[in-house]
């Protein structure tokens, strides 16, 4: 694995690498007063974690703002959601190049139905900027959870095709 890709190897082995392991791990009873440095309590008790922890009552004070949730996630959203859709413009080098293919890109759309987050998840580079472009100026339906109007997370695929022959 390169990142987030596949990688075929640089080579294959042509045979399997055997392991010896004839040594085994040390037992427990002989580990009398091991521990990990900078670990909390000692080996030898019976919850040395808890131990550790101390008989503090301090309250801990909540926090001033609650956290906000992760958005949620959808697999799609229906074209029927999609109430204002820009058509990209096809870049001209590319056109030229004679390059087609399928940007997919990540978004969430707001409560109010406007994209935002918009990232990349793959496409050609001469091809990516239009799709942005354009997709950030789609408008959706809200998405409704329990009455409310929430932010979604989805996948958005833009083709690019040449027409003619």
Not at 12 to 33: C, K, N, V, Y
Not at 46 to 70: F, Q
Not at 128 to 157: C, D, F, G, H, M
């Amino acid at each position: 694995m390169v990142g987030n890709r596949l990688m075929m190897p640089s080579s294959i082995p042509r045979a399997i690498a055997t392991l010896d392991e004839s040594e085994s791990p040390p037992q427990l009873g002989t580990l009398a007063g091991a521990g990990v440095p900078g670990g909390t309590g000692s080996f030898g008790e019976k919850n040395p974690v808890l131990n550790g922890l101390g008989t503090s009552t301090t309250a801990i004070p909540l926090l001033a703002e609650p956290v906000r949730a992760r958005p949620v996630r959808v697999s799609h959203i229906s074209e029927g959601d999609l109430i204002h859709r820009v058509q990209p413009e096809y870049p001209p080098l590319a056109r030229q190049a004679r390059i087609q293919g399928v940007v997919m890109l990540r978004a969430v759309i707001s409560p109010e139905g406007r994209i935002e987050n918009l990232q990349v998840l793959s496409g050609h580079p001469l091809l990516v900027p239009s799709a942005i472009v354009a997709v950030k100026q789609w408008r959706y339906r809200p998405y409704i959870l329990n009455n409310q109007p929430v932010e979604v997370e989805t996948q958005i695929t833009v083709n690019f095709t040449l027409g003619g022959g």
